[in-house]
């Protein structure tokens, strides 16, 4: 049976779990949720789809799941890839996509949305200023773990790869500037080089083009 | 061997985790991390404890581990307790992790320490404005999860209860009002009705009084 994605191009978040189930040669189609038409905020999305309003959402026959880090988690169980090799790679694997949540995808996604897909006269300046530098934390972080490794956990890709990327591939500015970051940067061209890895808008269907 | 702790009070983050190991029953003792001295921000600690310069930080024989999350994890793996009875409610419990670490722990925290631990002049009131909007849908969500229900994901505690109360408990106001949220109230009774439950400055060393 093929896996289902409800995604939308415009979100990293989907496309963490778009991009493990892609790269783990599982069998999958993904489904448009229609964000920006407002989709995800509907009575039937909240009780039929997702109670949470989010995307993405998997589902596998009898198993319905949200949270980008619990479908990749059943991918590497139902794939054997991504999880690590052992109790210590699993643990440092969740330690990344929790931090990754808190402090990086949860910021970043949000003040590229203020920035890209709000009118310019209703951007709350002193917010994305405020998450801005909170991200300079954060992506200076990630660029000195990454210093002599070649990916973040594991000597091969992992779900700590899979969701820290999540944003940093979106053409839209938000203030990351990848050549600030040599180690991210290196590490990002990296995984873009692996066989199989697609952008998010070639992986998933929706693009702010669409809605030019 | 006794499990060691580095927290501090006014954490939530690191309540999470001295929370499921006082509930466990395992043998454990905090170490004071001297957050509002700057500890966190020096070299050794970022060096020799937490290169992710955060508490709490978990040590027991030769695994450390940080993230609360993942201290979590490990604490239900090794007493049995709090991880759910089946891999539908483990991915469960994941979930409303993630989702808290995401939406709730990550937004409370920062919104209680800028009206609590920052100078009134220097709080950026936009944001905390901001973050108590954001805070207002995602405590109705959980609220509306909570209706007729004891625990979030199981018929008993897991770790999904011990992460998203993480902030909820603390007297310091940052927009929070239980009483406006009946079933999130009564869920955090029930909780702190557990026998071994302790507040924040009852379980771990370091608080506002001692600072005063």
Chains 1, 2 share one sequence.
Not at 113 to 121: D, G, K, Q, S
Request: with cysteine.
């Amino acid at each position: 049976m093929t896996i289902k994605l409800y995604c939308f191009g415009e979100s990293g978040n989907a496309y963490k779990a778009a991009l493990a189930l892609e790269l783990s040669g599982l069998a999958w189609e993904p489904v448009k949720v229609d964000f920006f038409g407002g989709e995800t905020l509907k009575p039937e999305y909240r009780t039929t789809i997702n109670d949470m309003g989010e995307a993405p959402v998997m589902i596998d026959g009898d198993v319905r799941l949200t949270q980008s880090g619990v479908i990749q988690d059943y991918v590497s169980e139902k794939s054997g890839k991504f999880g690590g090799k052992d109790a210590t790679e699993r643990r440092e694997i969740l330690r990344w996509v929790l931090w990754d949540n808190h402090k990086l995808s949860s910021m970043a996604g949000m003040t590229r949305f203020l920035i890209n897909f709000m009118p310019v006269e209703k951007q709350p300046k002193e917010v994305i200023a405020f998450n801005q530098a909170r991200l300079a934390v954060n992506y200076e972080l990630l660029n000195n773990h990454l210093a002599g490794r070649n990916w973040i956990v594991s000597d091969g890709i992992t779900n700590a790869d899979l969701s820290c990327c999540g944003y940093l591939y979106y053409p839209e500015p938000f203030g990351f500037d990848r050549s600030a970051y040599p180690n991210i940067d290196a590490w990002l061209t990296r995984l873009s080089q692996t066989q199989g890895w697609k952008a998010p808008y070639d992986l998933m269907p929706g693009s702010p083009a669409d809605r030019a």
